[in-house]
């Protein structure tokens, strides 16, 4: 061992990783950063007056006005 500059610890952790790391504690995983959360979008339809607040575009309502509309005119209607 002295010859290739390796120690007893050296090669019991090459062979059992897990039997040095049993007494210590691991160390914490890095937290993913949070993803900010969404902004609510109110949507009003000039055309009925009707209101729609989503924070996705996933919403029934909203995908039929952009089938109606059409997508660019829709984004218009966003209040404030």
Same mark, same amino acid.
């Given at each position: 061992?002295?010859?290739?500059?390796?120690?007893?610890?050296?090669?019991?952790?090459?062979? $059992?990783?897990?039997?040095?790391?049993? !007494?210590?504690?691991?160390?914490?995983?890095?937290? *993913? @950063?949070?993803?900010?959360?969404?902004?609510?979008?109110?949507?009003?339809?000039?055309?009925?007056? $009707?209101?729609?607040?989503?924070?996705? !575009?996933?919403?029934?309502?909203?995908?039929?006005? *952009? @089938?109606?509309?059409?997508?660019?005119?829709?984004?218009?209607?966003?209040?404030?």
């Amino acid at each position: 061992m002295a010859q290739y500059g390796k120690s007893l610890r050296d090669v019991i952790a090459i062979l $059992e990783p897990s039997r040095l790391n049993a !007494g210590r504690a691991t160390p914490a995983a890095p937290q *993913k @950063a949070a993803r900010r959360p969404r902004v609510v979008k109110v949507y009003e339809n000039p055309h009925t007056g $009707e209101l729609i607040e989503t924070k996705g !575009g996933n919403h029934r309502g909203l995908k039929a006005w *952009k @089938a109606e509309h059409g997508s660019d005119t829709v984004e218009s209607w966003v209040r404030g």
